[in-house]
């Protein structure tokens, strides 16, 4: 599937409905997804691979990634409303068997509990987690649960950040034996609520990182 198809076909996927206030809920637009899965395909191949999504939304990225040839992805997610959205969206694009849908909250889901939807190891975590972008609120840096949890899950991750945390990424990738690398940097859309403007909408820059797990 070519970028453009495959960001069309991202962008028909539903925004999560008047989100919830209390957690950051920003889908990632089609283009920025196809383009993010693209770099995950170009470098590790999503061919028959098992892929888990952390904080899925409405499962743009895990979608995406079975469009793309996964096998199975399992889509975590903590707002169960947002799952059955992602699975309808699923099946409308003829990848619904292959789509797991499980309700958790990342910050208590143990890699145990993930792999029992898997029928073998986990290949490859991508994931766009809340950012903390809202620098006044307490959820500033909750991306860092996220992280903890894909790099006990899979050897191999994928993840949009802020830009301006890369070198905290960087230093936590290192201490849990993971190569950080960052792949591409964009500007992510933002809607008014996370912005300090008052225009409607306002971009962060977010990097594309990529953490492979060292061999020994
Ligand atoms: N990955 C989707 C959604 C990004 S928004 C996309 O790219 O479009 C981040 C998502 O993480 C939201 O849907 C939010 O409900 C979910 N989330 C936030 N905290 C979570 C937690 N502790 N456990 C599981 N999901 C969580």
Known sequence: MDRKHLAMALSRIPDPPDPET???QVRTPGDLAADFLRLARDHDSLEGKRVVDLGAGTGVLAIGALLLGAERAVAVEVEPRLLEIAQAAAENVGV????????????????AVVNEHMDGPVDLVIMNPPFGADRRSRHAGGDRVFLSL????????????????????SAYAQDAG???EVLKEMDFPLPARFAHHRSNLQSKR???ARYTRDRK
């Open 178 to 180: 993971f190569r950080f």
């Open 206 to 208: 977010v990097v594309v």
């Open 150 to 169: 894909a790099l006990r899950l899979a050897p191999v991750v994928y993840s949009l950040h802020l830009a301006e945390t890369k070198a905290f990424l």
């Open 96 to 111: 619904g068997e292959s789509f797991i849908g499980l309700e958790a909250d990342v910050s208590r889901l143990e890699p």
């Open 22 to 24: 209390k957690r950051e």
